[in-house]
């Protein structure tokens, strides 16, 4: 399927791994520019469709900074996908200190509201654009295992549906992808979130994946979620066939949130 995406640039934050790298790839694939943010340049990527921002998005200006550097290079700006974020494993309500809370809130809600206001001139200005904002099942799951990241996980979805009551009209749209479990560095890199649950659960590193998707969130679709599944998702909302899409949350986590 063509998602006439060609000649468009889009930029995708937290684009050096995972979600935000595989939806890097697909969209420079179907023809965009594709602007990848993240600290650290993603090794092994040379397609020329895909031109990577160094910088830490948590500094104060680093949006304007970056849509400013686009500009430069090419001129105009079609889409935004506010994808970088993260939890961290909590061991209850009242072990989160008030650093932690706000250090959570300012990478997995407050870098997309900066970046988000940094994009929107350029994205009204270019007519026919998107938002796409990457939040987490977690959002919908009361768990004492990341409380103040499901907490800013669902402030992300509704800043989401103000952005699009407010400038759907004006010819951008927001929608949220709410991904489940997925197979990324997250989980599966040594010392990570997932080797903190494999702890916390009582089982071996290599099967904590396993765990998670058949006991303790089961996966109707007998499989774990890979970043492409996501990315096609994103790359659907972000382009011109999703014109009539907005306001809107699609979840991506083979079934486990079934609400009515």
Avoid: C
């Avoid at 700006?77 to 809130?105: A, H, K, S, Y």
């Amino acid at each position: 399927m063509d998602l006439q995406l060609k000649d468009r640039v889009i930029l995708v934050t937290g684009a050096s791994t995972g979600i935000g790298r595989a939806t890097a790839e697909l969209l420079a694939a179907e023809g965009a520019t594709a602007v990848g943010v993240s600290r650290n340049p993603a090794p092994g990527i040379s397609d020329p469709q895909v031109d990577y921002i160094s910088a830490d998005l948590t500094a104060r200006g680093a949006g304007d900074r970056i849509v400013e550097t686009i500009l430069e290079r090419h001129g105009r700006l079609d889409g935004l996908v506010n994808n970088l974020g993260g939890p961290d494993l909590r061991n209850g309500f009242l072990g989160i200190t008030e650093e932690q809370w706000l250090d959570m809130f300012d990478l997995n809600f407050h870098v997309a509201r900066r970046m988000s206001k940094a994009a929107l001139p350029a994205l009204l200005a270019a007519g026919d654009s998107a938002i796409v904002h990457v939040s987490s099942s977690s959002a919908h799951l009361g768990t004492r295992l990341n409380p103040d990241y499901a907490a800013a996980k669902l402030a992300l979805l509704s800043l989401s549906k103000t952005l699009a009551a407010e400038f759907t009209s004006k010819g951008t749209r927001s929608n949220v992808v709410t991904p489940g479990l997925t197979r990324t560095a997250i989980y599966e890199a040594p010392g990570g979130f997932g080797e903190k649950v494999a702890e916390l659960h009582g089982v071996e590193f290599d099967e904590v994946v396993e765990h998670m998707s058949t006991s303790v969130r089961p996966q109707l679709a007998k499989r774990v979620s890979e970043p492409e599944d996501v990315a096609r998702v994103i790359a659907y909302l972000i382009s011109p066939l999703a014109s009539q899409v907005t306001g809107a949350e699609w979840v991506v986590d083979s079934g486990v949130l079934m609400q009515v």
